[in-house]
C-alpha cells in the first residue's frame, strides 16, 4: 500500500511539487530566520571570545560585556591571592571615539590588554608582530569592520581622544554585535586613550590552578572578593542572555518564525486538503474493495511525511548553503546550530501531520458506499 | 430454504430475507428496501433492474457488504452480514467480493496492471508478485497490451475491462456491478458483457449486475426486477438456461 500511496502522491506532478516547493521553502524561511537570530545573538558574545580567557572576574552588577563597571587595582590582588588562581591580569574593554584623518568619528571598541603578559590579545595576527605593540603609539586594529576607519594600512595614524595611535599589526578579529572596529594597545597605553577616571579596569581575566576545578575556583573567587566570575561559556552566556532580554531581537525573529509556521501551514494544509479531496473517490473505492481505514490513515500519514521529508532536506539545504556562501566573517550574522536543525525538522513533521488532520478525518468518515453513488 | 421454489442448490451464493433498509430520520426518514427476499445462486449472473431511484444500488451495496440493513438476513456465501461488525465486513469484502462501478474509479496515477494489482496489494500480496498476477488478468480482458497505459490513456470500454480484470484478480466469490455499461456505448457495452460471461463467470462465483440497459438484460441468467423498494419479480432468461 506504500508504493501506491506513493504514486498516488507522486503521480500527480503539478500537487507535489507544489508541496514539496512550499515546504521547502517554509523549512528554509525557518532555517534562514533561525539563523539569524543566532548568528545575531552569537555575535553579541563575539568579544567574549576574541579576548579568550579562561576565567572572568568582574563586578557583581555587570550584565554584559559591552558595559563598563571598573573595578580596583586592588580587586586585582585580592583575586591574585585566591585559592586555585594560577594567574590573573588586568584587561580594559571601552568603546570609544576615534577621530579619522578625514575628520570623522568613529566609535571603536578599545581592548586594552596585560603589558607583560598579553593575555586577551587578539586571536590571529594578520599583518604585523603582536610584540610591536610595546612600541609607542602603538595600535593593532581588527580586520572585520576595518573599512570605518578608511582601510588604514600598517604606519597609517589616526586619533584617539587626541592622542595619537599608530597601527602596527592587523589581527583577524570576529564581527561583533555593535559593528564597531576593535583597536587593541596595551593597558598602559589604552588608559592613555579614554577619559582620566579613578578605576580602569574593568576586567581582572585569571586561570585556574593545576588541580583545581573551574567550579572551585570561581567559587573561591566569588567567596573571597565580592566580585562575579565566570568561566568563558558563562560570560558568553551572560551577554547573550542580556541581548535576548533587553532587545526586541527574540520578538521579532519569533513573530517571523511564527508566521512562516502560520504560512506553511496554510500552504501545506489547503493543498494536502486538495489533494485528499481530488483522491477521495479513489480511498472510497479502495474502501470498498475491503482496506481498512487504519490503512488509509497509514497511506496519507506516510504521504505527509515522504513530502516532510524531501521539503525538509532542501529546504535544509538551501538554508545552510546561505550561511556557507557568506562564510563564517561575512557581513551577515548567520550561524545554524544543530539544535536549529532539529527543531526545524520537529516543526516540519508538526505541518505535515496537522495538515494531514483533515484529510485523516474524511478519509475515516468515508462511507464505502460512496462508491456507486455518481 | 424459504422463498424460492427450486429444490435445495448445493450451492448458494447470497440469501436474503425479510431485508429493511431505511435513510435518514424524521422529515427525510424514507424506507428504500421493503421486505426484500432473494436467493443468488452459484454460477449464475443475476440483473437487478428497475427505474431509478426504486433501491438498485442500495441493494447491491447490502450484498456487498458496504451498507448496514435496519433488519434481515443477508447471509453471502454462508457470513451473516447483518451480524458482522465492520471490520469483519472489511475483511469480508477484501476476500470475498469484486467491484466494478460505473465510472471505473481506476486510480489515475497508476497504470493498468498497478491499478488490476490494488486488491492484491490491499491483501498484503507482494507487491512484484502482485503485478505478475494482475498482467495475467490484463491478458483475460484482452488488455496484455495495455498494461502500462494509465487509465487517461485508454477509452472507456477499455477501461471498464480493466475495471473487470481488477475485479477478477482477488478470484472473489462474488462480484457485484453497478450499471457497468452505462458510460459505454451499445456495442462496447455488449463486449464488456460478453467479457462477463466468458471470464467471470464460473460455477463458483455469482455476479450481481444492476442495470437500466435494456440492451444488455440478455446476459442475465435471471433478471430481478425491482419497484420502490421491492422485488416486483425474477424471472429466467431462457436463452441461459
Ligand atoms: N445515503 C442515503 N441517504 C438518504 N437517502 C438515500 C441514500 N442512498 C440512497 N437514498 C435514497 O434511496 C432511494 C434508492 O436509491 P438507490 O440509489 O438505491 O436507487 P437506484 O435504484 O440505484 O437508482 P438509480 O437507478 O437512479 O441509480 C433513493 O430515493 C435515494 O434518494
Ligand atoms: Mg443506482
Redesign the pocket.
Known sequence: MIRIAMKMLMGDRAKYFTLVGGLSIVVFLFIQQGSVFCGLIGRTAKPVEAIGAPIWVVDKNLQVVDEFKGLLDTDLTRVRSVEGVKWAVPLFIRQVTVRLSNGKFQAVRLVGIDNATMVGRPPKILEGRIEDLNAPDAVIIGKAEMERLGNPKIGDTFEINDRRARVVGIADVPRDFLSNPYVYATFDRAVQYTPRERKLMNYILAAPKDGYTMAQVLANIRKTTDLAAYDEDGMRWLTMNYYMKNTGIPVNIGISLFLVFLVGMAIIGQTFYAFALQNEKYFGALKAMGTSSFTLVKMIVIQSLVVGVIGYGIGVGMGTMIGFLAGPNAKLAFYTPYQLIYISFIVTILICLLSSILSIQRVLRL?P?VV??G | MTGTKSAPDPCRAVTLQSVNKS??VGE?F?K?LKDITLDIKCGELLLLV????????????VLAGILDVDDGVVDVFGSRLDQFSQSKKTDFRRNSIGFIFQQYNLIPTLTATENVAVPLIVNKKPYDKALVKAREYLELVGLGDRADHFPSQLSGGQQQRVAIARALVGEPRLIVC??PTAALDGETGKLVMEMFRKVALSPERAIVV?T?DNRIFGYGDRIAE?LD?RIIDVRENPEHL
Do not use: N, Q, W, Y
Not at chain 2, 50 to 61: I, N
Open positions: 462511507e458506499a456507486f453513488r | 435513510f435518514g427525510t424514507i428504500v428497475g427505474p431509478s431511484g426504486c433501491g438498485k444500488t442500495t441493494l447491491l451495496s453497478d450499471e444492476v437500466h425491482m423498494g
